[in-house]
């Protein structure tokens, strides 16, 4: 069965004055192990979509089954755990800029009761794992664009998640970099079997990593397919 799956997803925006239909009609599976790619411009639904995958923003319409789970049948509490297995990255890496490195990453942990020690044993391992080892002491303001998303990429694996939803993550970082991160994400993705669903603007992030994608344009999917059915292009 598919790790996620949208089933007739709509999602109007309310207001006095009007109201937006961000999301219309969608629906997507995606498979363990795809690098998933959601493409559109700005304003076309991307990022309200991919916060319905985790219930930050619940659907007006339609389901959101995480490995075959209603996300609208659980409650707060299971919703809490649930959203454990689906770890997320921004643009702007939404660092605690007052902690170190290692304390960034260690604070999913901490949070779900793990002891400060072995939190901070993770996070060097996983320090280790994004090439940051020298950074631990740092603090965010210290690092460059990329570093700070490998920081950010380090804390969302320090869960263990099964799911890693990267909002417009390269955006912000010049191509070069760019490149990079979605070479490390690549890695993580080959080495750990996680899903990841990728949001961008840009067809040269989805050139580069994605095995799947879907064309979102004014709320609605209007392709999707693997890398070779829509690009014809591997
Ligand atoms: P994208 O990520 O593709 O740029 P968004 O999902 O951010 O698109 O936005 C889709 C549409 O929904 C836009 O018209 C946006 O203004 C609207 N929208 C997004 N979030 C809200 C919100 N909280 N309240 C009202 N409208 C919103
Ligand atoms: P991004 O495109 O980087 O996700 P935005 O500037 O579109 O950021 O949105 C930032 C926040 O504002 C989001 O939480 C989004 O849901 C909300 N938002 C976006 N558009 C609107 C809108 N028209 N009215 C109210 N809130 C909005």
Known sequence: KP???????SKIFKSKTSNVEALKDINLEIQKGE????IGMSGAGKSTLVRCLNYLEKPSEGSVLIEGEDLGKLTEKELRKKRTEISMIFQHFNLLMQKKVIDNIAFPLIIQ??????ARKRA??????VGLSDK???????LSGGQKQRVAIARALAVNPKILLCDEATSALDPQTTESILELLQEINYKYGITIVIITHEMAVVRKICTHVAIVEKGRIIEQGTMVDIFNHP
């Open 136 to 142: 631990a002491n740092a603090y965010p303001v210290q």
């Open 3 to 9: 790790v996620i799956e949208v089933k007739n997803v």
């Open 124 to 129: 060097e391992q996983l320090l280790e794992t």
């Open 35 to 38: 690098i998933f790619g959601i």
């Open 113 to 118: 009761g793990v002891k400060k020690r072995e």
